[in-house]
């Protein structure tokens, strides 16, 4: 989407989740792009879990807390 206000032009991306994949173990529920909270089921011997998020547009960038 474009944006133009005082003679500046900014260029906003919008960009989708489209996937949130956990290191290891399943995410609960399922991954649904409507969905804001998720559960990570893994094994007791799991030392760290990452989840790797994905965008719909290569360009944004997202962040995982």
């Known amino acids: 989407a474009l944006w133009q ?10 960009a989708d989740l489209v996937s949130l994949v956990p290191s290891q173990g399943f995410l609960s529920p399922s991954f649904s792009s409507g969905t804001t909270r998720y559960f990570i089921t893994v094994p007791s011997t799991a030392g760290s879990v990452s989840v790797t998020p994905t965008v719909s ?3 944004a960038t997202v962040a995982v807390n």
Do not use: E, S, T
């Open 5 to 14: 206000a005082g003679g500046l032009l900014a260029l906003f991306l919008i």
């Open 57 to 59: 547009n290569a360009d």
